[in-house]
């Protein structure tokens, strides 16, 4: 028996010609040994210089001040109801503008945690209009595009691809043709260091002002999170931080604490502490803000004097004092 | 390499079931391994396939962080969970140099390794080989079904979690199985409330009801609910599966079993998972010995 070592998915596939360059190299699918190759297209397909698109997108967002993405490899830790929160929190502030973006393509989760799953998108001939929850914070989602929640988006990488590069490039946000200000766009992904990660990272190339990781306590949450930290270190996206959610849980009845999902390996605090990264706050378990979500409210507003809330609140202090001490 | 080879590698497996969800962290991977470990106690021989390429969780919840796959003249040779190797287990995570490293794939590379996976694995006889995948409905998704369509699967399990916001995205996966004709074998609401260690008070968390309903409205199988129980959180955490976990008190001497198999036997959900097992069986007509399912067909 030998070893397998590296996958051979991510070296020259199986049934690739004889002399293949590799389908990461940069004659791809270009290269004399690839005439004939089952997967020529594929690899042509995939690189061909810089995105003719990307002035486009910049153009759009050229009044965009600060760029958060919302992040974690793990599913369901709570990345939507983060971004929700930090969104109401921050247009509690009449003067900041709020922008929020929604890729996450198959499972949008957003219209309906921010309240307004029953708006549609309009198109005008500026772009695409956003969807105002409040008159200083706007979404956009394919969940507003979708005939109904049952319908699903069955796509491959190339298509949400597309779909993505749209909410950058032709979303009218403020409403006005020269550019409106955006004070802080929000963009909320779905999990893993995949197709989405890949193409929000290259269309909004160097301009992210930083990322805030999300995870749950447990170590089966945290090893994904560590993926989509190397993710964020090899596509040089600065990481403001982690936030640990889900942490605890004050039973509503006796007021006793207890840990659903336990910390074996030291949880967010021994992972930051591992990489060096900040450690934005732990927000625990308080099924208020699940029904919150459900409903489409503001869980800082209804709840203001809940620890969770407090936890939001003060989380939310440290974000804008890091992204605002950037400029 | 052609989908035939994915037949010829399947041919000594009796089901396939895939374990889908829309939405992320409901507990697909825990409930896959659970539905595992519970068939194994039943006598079955189960296969595991991980195809969340992005976040495979099985090895750590299954204890198998840092083995490794072996190629043999037959194929690659899956990790066994149990030393009377009834439990097989293939992932991206025994292929990884280290922990902390990441796979930035796009679709097309996704695609090739989820088809070595289900051509060139080596699984022997199984009863059963469960697919644990990522969640959405996108290139993992589209791939499995596709490289098993001619050996028409038995169909999907469902997980979700009561909430309104998982209740959408799950619509969609059952959505899916319609659109690519694939049988919906059942739906398990997971984290369905939890039981306070101290006064025994049980909490809906994440409320609950939800899955059943949704069950009804969408008119599939409602195999079970399951409560949030932190001591199969401990199980899937901790490394050695031989601890018999309390989640009271985590720091207190520990008894020890055989196996991660005998260990889950110990756990407040496994006769719970154990009903599901059964009525996954019945739905798959495993009493009847083998596969009772006409080709996938798309609607």
Redesign the interface.
Known sequence: ??????????AV???ANEHCPG?ESESAGRADGCAGCP?QE?CAS?VAGPDPDLPLVAERLRNVRHRLLILS?????GK?TFTSQLAFALASDEDTEVGVVDID???P?LP??MGCADEEMHRSSNGWSPVYVRDNLSLVSIGFMLPS??????????K?NGMIKQFLKDVDWAGSADGGRIDYLLVDT??????E??SIVQLLKGTITGAVIVT?P????L??V??????CR??GVPILGVVENMSG?V????H?E?????P??GGARALCDELGLPLLGSIP?D?RI??A??AGSSFLDTCADSPAAQAYADIIVQLRRLVEGQE | MSHSDVGGRLASIKHVVLVLSGKGGVGKSSCTVQLALSLVSQGRRVGVLDIDLCGPSIPRMLGLEGRQIHQASAGWVPVYADPSKRLACMSIGFLLPGKDSSVVWRGPKKNAMIKLFLADVYWGDLDYLLIDTPPGTSDEHLAAVEYLQEWSPDGAVIVTTPQAVALSDVKKEISFCRTVGLPVLGLIENMSGFVCPHCAECTNVFSTGGGEGLAKHMDVPFLGRAPIDPGLVMLLEQEDKTLVPNANDPAAPKETTASIVETYQRCALSPLFADIARRLAQGVGADNGGRSHPPASTE
Request: aromatic share 6%; charged share 20%.
């Open positions: 028996m030998v070893e397998a070592g590296v996958p051979p998915g991510g596939p199986e049934n389908p997967n594929i995939q490899g793990k599913g369901g830790v939507s393509i198959c499972g989760s309906l945690i929640d049952e319908a699903a988006v069955i796509w491959r990488g190339p949400k779905p999990p893993g260091t995949s197709d990660h890949l749950t447990q170590e089966v949450a090893q994904d560590r993926k989509e930290i190397d993710f090899k596509a849980f039973c509503p009845s006796c006793g207890s840990r659903i999902f336990y074996t390996s378990l099924p699940g029904r979500c459900d």
